[in-house]
């Protein structure tokens, strides 16, 4: 099992920036993939960002390319997400996820992801 908690979250203007963190524990998060999801009120959880386990290669939705990026540090089983530019359609609640990376796969799918974080509310005002 490996509990995921995220943190990081606020209210900000539009223009603004924050980051979000995702600690990892209960097993070694080295050797998993991780990303973040969001999800708006009345809409579907969606793919945000994803980096392999080495952190070598991150991956993006297109309306945050330029503006998001997913970094880890596994020493201390963290995943963060930096977030600069911020717009209103930015506003959810940010997730947390990892799975086992079994190589070469980009993970963008709910159903790719074992494991989730509580969320954590992200609000960017006009």
């Known amino acids: 099992q490996v509990q995921l908690v995220e943190s990081g979250g606020g209210l900000v203007q539009a223009g603004g920036s924050l980051s979000l963190s995702c600690a990892a524990s209960g097993r070694t998060f080295s050797n998993y993939a991780a990303a973040w999801f969001r999800q708006a009120p009345g809409k579907e959880r969606e793919f945000v960002a994803g980096?392999?386990?080495?952190?070598?290669?991150?991956y993006y939705t297109d309306s945050v390319k330029g503006r998001f990026a997913i970094s880890r540090n596994n020493a201390k089983n963290t995943v963060y997400l930096q977030m600069n530019s911020l717009k209103p359609e930015d506003t959810a609640i940010y997730y947390c996820?990892?799975?086992?990376?079994?190589?070469?796969?980009?993970?963008?799918?709910?159903?790719?992801?074992?494991?989730w974080g509580q969320g954590t509310q992200v609000t960017v005002s006009s």
């Open positions: 996820t990892t799975r086992p990376d079994t190589g070469g796969a980009y993970y963008t799918r709910l159903i790719d992801y074992n494991y």
């Open positions: 980096i392999s386990w080495r952190g070598g290669s991150t």
